[in-house]
Antibody, heavy 122, light 107 residues
Framework: QVQLVQSGSELKKPGASVKVSCKAS????????MNWVRQAPGQGLEWMGW????????TYAQGFTGRFVFSLDTSVSTAYLQISSLKAEDTAVYYC???????????????WGQGTLVTVSS | DIQLTQSPSFLSASVGDRVTITCRAS??????LAWYQQKPGKAPKLLIY???TLQSGVPSRFSGSGSGTEFTLTISSLQPEDFATYYC?????????FGGGTKVEIK
């Protein structure tokens, strides 16, 4: 069965960096793109962008360029989200979500990780 | 970016009610729309894609319709487990966006 398991909660100080992992199992990792979604406390969902797991090419949504980096380690079927120069407003739950279909463009997420809470506080 | 406006943002309903949620896009997106359900503390769950196709395992009381700029999610008979927040997402462009969400609460 398809599973996405994310790394645990993080507490970071402003200015620090964090790397969230999303380990996939139950399917061919490089066949389906991976999306990243942010949800600030009490707020809605924001699509951050996606990474083509076949080519490794990331695409970032507006507002998520510069400090946000998507990467892969295909040898362990894992996608990563790294955020640098953390700010208080980065406090949120971050989700990875697998694309529903094999395609060279982002799509609906049919399997989601459990979410990783990143808290930024001094 | 394409903007999605959901209405209402909050809805109070009773078990057994028929519930309809609307999602309007700022420009035409054909049928490139998905609906998700999210319960507190949980990841979103895909309900519908391509505007009207039910994801495997989703109860048939959920249905979606629409194309272009106006879409609806309908729950034909609200069940206790359906109280949650619902989001639409457009998949038309290479920059996806979500609607603001509709919270469905018990009347």
């Amino acid at each position: 069965q398809v599973q996405l398991v994310q790394s645990g909660s993080e507490l970071k100080k402003p200015g620090a960096s964090v790397k969230v992992s999303c380990k996939a199992s139950g399917y061919t990792f490089t066949s389906y793109a991976m999306n990243w979604v942010r949800q600030a406390p009490g707020q809605g969902l924001e699509w951050m962008g996606w990474i083509n797991t076949n080519t490794g090419n990331p695409t970032y949504a507006q507002g998520f360029t510069g400090r946000f980096v998507f990467s892969l380690d295909t040898s362990v079927s894992t996608a990563y989200l790294q955020i640098s120069s953390l700010k208080a407003e980065d406090t949120a739950v971050y989700y990875c979500a697998r694309d529903r279909v094999i395609a060279a463009r982002p799509g609906a997420g049919d399997y989601w990780g459990q979410g990783t809470l990143v808290t930024v506080s001094s | 970016d394409i903007q999605l406006t959901q209405s209402p943002s909050f809805l109070s309903a009773s078990v057994g009610d028929r519930v309809t949620i609307t999602c309007r896009a700022s420009q035409g997106i054909s049928s490139y729309l998905a609906w998700y359900q999210q319960k507190p503390g949980k990841a979103p769950k895909l309900l519908i894609y391509a505007a009207s196709t039910l994801q495997s395992g989703v109860p048939s009381r959920f249905s979606g319709s629409g194309s272009g700029t106006e879409f609806t999610l309908t729950i034909s008979s609200l069940q206790p487990e359906d109280f949650a927040t619902y989001y639409c997402q457009q998949l038309n462009s290479y920059s996806l966006t979500f609607g603001g969400g509709t919270k469905v609460e018990i009347k």
